[in-house]
């Protein structure tokens, strides 16, 4: 079972803005694609729901990160989202929204983050219990212009994109100041020439710059 409560989950997305992401299926690298951006200064990481070991992998990456509030993407239906909050999924993200996960994951208070792509499926969304829905893919929909187009006629919304944000001052200072709580980062944080070359001191010092500059963007 998850071991942040709910509320725990979604004040960390909102203090700290970055959400890493990523998927491995090598229990080593994923632990240490974890200390790295812990050690850059995050509280959450996601691990994508992407390989046929995605689950044991999980699962060994939790129990080695008690301190470290990890959730699992990619999650499309109420059964895989169970077997991942029993394996200790503290949140659950999916590309898509869908009424069965958010009924499962409200019913273990556990922080259930879909993806919407429109003002409807926001709105459908929050209306099934959801804080913080992830918008997806982000510069497809329509970039940070999306979100304060949105937040216009509903500013109680709180929007995370994931998918067009990219690891510099002006990518995400551009989704922040557009109303963004937080960002969503894969491959342009956790790269794949730094994980071919094991430079995980690269990831620790990108978590920490893209948190500088989420920081930056709040302020102005």
Do not use: H
């Not at 991942?84 to 996960?101: L, W």
């Amino acid at each position: 079972m998850a071991k942040f409560d709910r509320l725990t989950v979604y004040q960390a997305f909102i203090s700290t803005g970055l959400v890493p992401l990523f998927y491995s299926g090598d229990v080593a690298e994923a632990n240490a694609i974890a200390k790295a951006v812990a050690e850059g200064g995050s509280k959450v990481l996601e691990f994508t729901n992407r390989g046929e070991k995605a689950l044991s992998v999980f699962g060994e990456l939790v129990s080695a990160n008690p301190k470290l509030i990890v959730g699992v993407g990619s999650v499309l239906d109420a059964p895989t989202a169970a077997l991942f909050i029993a394996y200790g999924a503290n949140f659950i993200v999916g590309p898509v929204f869908n009424a069965e996960v958010a009924r499962l994951c409200n019913r273990r208070k556990v922080a259930y983050l879909p993806g919407c792509g429109s003002a409807t499926e926001i709105s459908n969304a929050e209306e099934a219990g959801v804080e913080i829905a992830k918008v997806f893919p982000g510069e497809s929909v329509g970039g940070p212009g999306f979100i304060k187009a949105i937040l216009g006629p509903m500013p109680w919304s709180r929007l995370m994109p994931t998918g067009g944000v990219d690891a510099t001052a002006a990518s995400i200072g551009e989704w922040i100041k557009a109303g963004s709580v937080a960002v969503g980062m894969g491959s342009n944080l956790i790269r794949k020439e730094w994980l071919a070359a094991k430079n995980y001191d690269a990831i620790r010092d990108c978590t920490k710059q893209c948190l500088e500059w989420v920081a930056a963007a709040r302020a102005k």
